[in-house]
Nanobody
Framework: QVQLSESGGGLVQAGGSVRLSCAASGRAFSNYAMGWFRQAPGKEREFLAAINRYSSSSSYYADSVKGRFTTSRDSAKNTVYLQMNSLKPDDTAVYYC?????????????????WGQGTQVTVSS
């Protein structure tokens, strides 16, 4: 069992930045690749980024956030981060981290084994 807890959301102005954290507890964190998703009201869950289970050296991003969002992991702290820059009002959503017991994360949300509770990010214009 892995417990995930996101933090760092809030209200930010367009053009601003936010860093989300996802703290993991439970089974060995290094066994799990991680993913980030978001869901806005009335919209489907959207993949944002995925990261390798061992380090930040291998990650990939959805086209919608590439160049603006960066994910990283600190294995010593059992924490994954999502740095979000140049935020737009369309980025307003609940953001989730998820864990999958695999070498690399995937864009398919139904492949993930564990999910955090989500954190709200609201971007004002």
């Amino acid at each position: 069992q892995v417990q995930l807890s996101e933090s760092g959301g809030g209200l930010v102005q367009a053009g601003g930045s936010v860093r989300l954290s996802c703290a993991a507890s439970g089974r060995a964190f290094s066994n799990y690749a991680m993913g980030w998703f978001r869901q806005a009201p009335g919209k489907e869950r959207e993949f944002l980024a995925a990261i390798n289970r061992y380090s930040s050296s291998s990650s990939y991003y959805a086209d919608s956030v590439k160049g603006r969002f960066t994910t990283s992991r600190d294995s010593a702290k059992n924490t994954v981060y999502l740095q979000m820059n140049s935020l737009k009002p369309d980025d307003t959503a609940v953001y989730y981290c998820a864990a999958v017991q695999a070498a690399m994360g995937t864009a398919n949300w139904d492949r993930y084994d564990y999910w955090g509770q989500g954190t709200q990010v609201t971007v004002s214009s």
